[in-house]
């Protein structure tokens, strides 16, 4: 090891000491650490413009929930059931479900999310966003990634590269996914960005992520083998030129590290007293309900983490209901409450001015029947997404359909303008985030995307 490196051990010892004592914030100890040995990929780095939001939730519902059924109230619909409004197409489908008014905006809402309808005053929903594929595996990669063709960084991934992490000792991104959806990792992928900016994914239940107990007893060992192979690390890699590669495995190994010191208090639900579990459901205590999801995801975004996504259902038996729609009254029961109880306890916490959430699925389904008279099939033309917090208006919808909700018929919104807009929330400028790669210049939104400032408070 040089002079230099030396110099700037002790320099980096001295901080940590302080550290420890309450001399150095979050920040400065990062920075600090960024400083030593020529910079940290996961630094937290300032955004093009102040920023409304330091954290992003992302729901995702897997399979297409049904636009028609849940926040999209069509009278019109309902009273034309049975009909049909081109010739040789498939007859309207009247929701099941009764609608009704819910907060000071008096948002209709069905039956099937009465807790969510308990926080609409706190919610912006998106009624006219348009994909541009119908099949599942293409418009989950198309919502999740920006591309419908082939696997491109997700979300999450462009905001860990564009913002770092307020934490570097748990993951930039995390991903709760008890079951795969469709295109598996590639929803949560770094793709050609730094392996560093991937998903964490961690498996709900009582083993979220195997093997974070350290084999080493002794603490001050356990120290002096981080530092020892932290240096070794570092000469590895200044002698192979810093390669990209090498730096971003390096990176992910000492979150590893770091998951190990404070990933089981993170995830440890049993700390919340009985109100906060009561407050997120029945199911909350079970680690693997979705309860408990989105209590981690609070006590993530707690932590410094910068992204969360939450899937509640994998490829198969999820939203996508061809032949009998009534099963979405199954799996609303499961989300409804816990998803109301995220915005009721970040807001009592002073949190949701800085949390952007994000409701969405690949595509809704259409108002006419499908494979039964039941059933709904795909639809990405026209569907609903939800947002709350995070500098977004509330007890705002933006964008009408038609009277069946088949199509935009005033503020249409593509899932690029979407995309365009959580970025300016984060603080990123869309068209400035990008990335060389093969001889071009990549961005989430592609050549694509307009940010709708009308939904911005």
Not at 126 to 146: F, I, N, Y
Not at 205 to 226: T, W
Not at 364 to 373: F, H, K, L, N, V
């Amino acid at each position: 090891m040089t002079q230099k490196h030396r110099l700037h051990r002790r320099r980096f010892l001295k901080g940590a000491a302080c550290a420890a004592a309450g001399g150095l914030a979050l920040r400065e100890r990062l920075s600090l650490a960024a400083e030593l040995h020529g910079g940290h990929p996961l630094a937290p780095k300032p955004g093009h413009f102040p920023a409304s939001a330091k954290h992003l939730i992302i729901f995702f519902f897997t399979g297409g929930l049904s636009h028609v059924d849940t926040f999209d109230y069509k009278p019109q619909l309902q009273k034309d059931d049975g009909k049909k409004i081109r010739e040789g197409g498939r007859p309207l489908k009247a929701s099941p479900w009764k609608f009704q008014p819910y907060g000071e905006c008096g948002k209709m809402v069905s039956e099937l999310f009465p807790h969510v309808g308990s926080v609409v005053d706190q919610m912006c929903f998106l009624h006219t966003v348009r994909g541009d594929s119908g099949g599942h595996s293409a418009a989950t990669l198309g919502m999740l990634t920006g591309s419908i063709t082939f696997p491109m960084p997700s979300i999450g991934a462009w905001i860990s590269y564009g913002l770092g992490t307020r934490n570097a000792n748990l993951p930039p991104y995390v991903v709760l996914a008890a079951k795969e959806p469709y295109n598996a990792y590639l929803a949560w992928d770094s793709g050609f960005l730094p392996g560093c900016h991937k998903g964490t994914r961690f498996i709900p239940g009582s083993d979220p992520l195997p093997n974070l107990a350290s084999p080493i007893a002794s603490v001050r060992r356990r120290e002096l083998e981080r530092l020892m192979l932290h240096d070794l690390n570092q000469a590895h890699l200044e002698q192979r030129g810093h390669a990209p590669e090498l730096q971003a495995r390096i990176t992910s190994l000492e979150t590893a590290q770091g998951l190990m010191r404070e990933a089981p208090e993170a995830l440890d639900i049993g700390r919340e007293p009985r109100y906060v579990l009561d407050l997120y459901g029945a199911e909350s205590s079970n680690p693997a309900s979705f309860g408990a999801q989105c209590l981690t995801a609070r006590r993530l975004v707690e932590r410094g983490v910068r992204v969360v996504q939450l899937f509640d259902v994998g490829s198969n038996n999820n939203w996508d209901n061809h032949s009998d729609i009534s099963v979405h009254e199954r799996l609303s029961r499961n989300v409804d409450q816990p998803i109301a109880a995220l915005v009721k306890d970040l807001r009592l916490r002073g949190l949701l001015d800085e949390t952007l959430i994000v409701g969405c699925s690949e595509f809704g389904r259409t108002p006419w029947e499908d494979q039964s008279p039941k059933g709904r099939g795909h639809y990405n033309r026209n569907f609903t997404c939800f947002l709350a917090g995070g500098g977004v208006k509330g007890s705002f919808s933006y964008g009408v359909s038609d009277e069946y909700g088949a199509k935009a018929v005033e503020n249409p919104m593509h899932v690029h303008d979407l995309h365009a807009t959580v970025l300016h929330l984060m603080g990123l400028d869309h068209t400035r985030l990008t990335y060389r790669y093969s001889g071009r210049d990549f961005r989430l939104t592609d050549v694509h995307g307009e940010v709708v400032s009308e939904i911005i408070a």
